[in-house]
């Protein structure tokens, strides 16, 4: 399956069963840097490496060590190095072969090398699939917060490989679902459903993984292609988002962002029920057991507050909500009192503690 | 005088004296984090700071060290940690007040802060008034070389005070001088001659000087404009630099930028002429004696071939260069034969020689 991201310049988005082994026949370039992590490069650098050398490319690859700490200036600053040494050129490509964090870091580094040089995504993750691979959102984070540093680079083309999948913890899969989710809470009814349907698993048939992944990336490739650089509509994307970075950053993000959307878009769900709107509780909650996060933060709602005013959406002292009026039809309210969002936030304790916030076993 | 830069955004180009004194107004965004360096602070800082004061917004500035080792990724980490402990957020701007080091490195903070916030460049020297400021190249060094990190980055405005001027040391004067007689080349030639004139000087009259750096900066503007990323037209602003960037990395950036494109300058006129082009080279001797840069490093061609080998303008081994078929038809020729630009390495050296490289009293 191919999809085109209308960016500008627009990109495929090949979502196939053995992709990886057509890597070379996808990128024009001929120097590649392959930046990818610890936990896939024993998985999958060969597998890469094989099919660009076998094209006739000339390669280097990068490994850095796997999880949020390597997205850092330090490695910005050593990846450029390496690139420089294994002597890339204007006209060279770097591929991040991994998940979000690959991404992100490699990404900045293909925007920033010579001022930008040609970029290939390999999402292995679920969560990098339908999410952190398409819309050209790269970056890394400093002390002082998560993806502070960084830039919009649209990569020339997404190569997705859904049997890396296989290799993905249940548990990571979910968390990659929540995003999946979110886009189908924000376009696509049907796909909101998907989580249910029990062949949605890493590997379940190929079919299945396509034709959702394919209908999420649909969702996000068209929020992005009217919103490139993230002035408007773009902003809807962020659809449970102010709650769960509030929660990640007071757990010092020991709780996972999917756990945190997961709570977010319930947490919406109840504001957005509040106003009158479409009800679509029971799927939060749905969404909420499928994937079994870790238990809510244990703070006052004056706790979180600060953590929510910091949002990069509020403007001039107002908190701003992506809300629902109904399943497809999200608005920013920039209205939201403190009074509801509390009132939210005692609903979200009183849901989650009914329905047991402690991991079941699956 | 105001000018447009066509790039897209497009952004005004104010040349004025006492312009410093206007900058409230034209800043929209009501946080403004200042970066300059510290032989621009003690100087013009407080009349930015006052004017920004003036119009209510609330101001934050970075001092770094004037010189070009200043431009590394620790000044970058440090600039946008500052920034974020100074409060700045999305709708925040950058405002860099100085030369190109404070442009580079300011503007590269600013496109890389929250994956780009708002840039306005003050630039204070001729060079980065004529050259630096406009077409939103913005980056840092890296021990492997110059500028081989950054983006392109346009500014929402560049506010150019030529009363700023006059604080110039002359040299600093002559070697921004040499880049507008770049443009005059390229496609200007009534301001090729300009630098001839008695009354272009930093402290001359402003008409003189508003009106050269104008034609100057609309030369730029047009290239600029028509290949923002530098993929084709843009190439030709590198009129003299093949060889200047070489004599730069032999002597180990000892010799100044300005002296090195001189040279390079003069060297492309012997080329030019050889090929039987329009005979441009009195005019680049002319230049040469104004400037009146340090001697020619005394290296041997085949010591000089290796950096001209690295040039990013090269493609698959052959070398490239821009010549002029006369002043004001630049063209990228990709055929220059090792005995071609051995001879004009050997020509140079009896043209300097004869004219004595060696700095006259002025």
Known sequence: MKLRVETSPSYDVLIEPGSLEQLGGAIGESRVAIVTDTNVAPLYLKRAADSLRAAGKTISSQVIVAGEAS???????QLLQACILEGLDRGSAVLALGGGVVGDLAGFVAASLFRGVAFYQCPTSLLAMVDASIGGKTGVNLPEGKNLVGAFWQPKSVIMDIETLRSLPEREFRQGGVELFKH????DRQ???SIAHPDFTPDGPSEILQNCIGRSVTVKAEFVAR????????AHLNLGHSLAHALEAVSHHRLAHGDAVSYGLLFVSLLSRERGFEDWTAAARDLLAWVAPDPLPTHSFETLLPYLQRDKKNRGGGLAFILLEAIGRPLLARDLSLVELKKAWENLWEVTHGTDPQRPQS
């Open 71 to 77: 997205k850092s200036l330090a490695n910005f600053q």
């Open 184 to 187: 189908g809470l924000l376009a």
């Open 191 to 193: 796909l909101a459903t």
């Open 227 to 234: 919103d490139t650089r993230e002035q408007g509509a773009r």
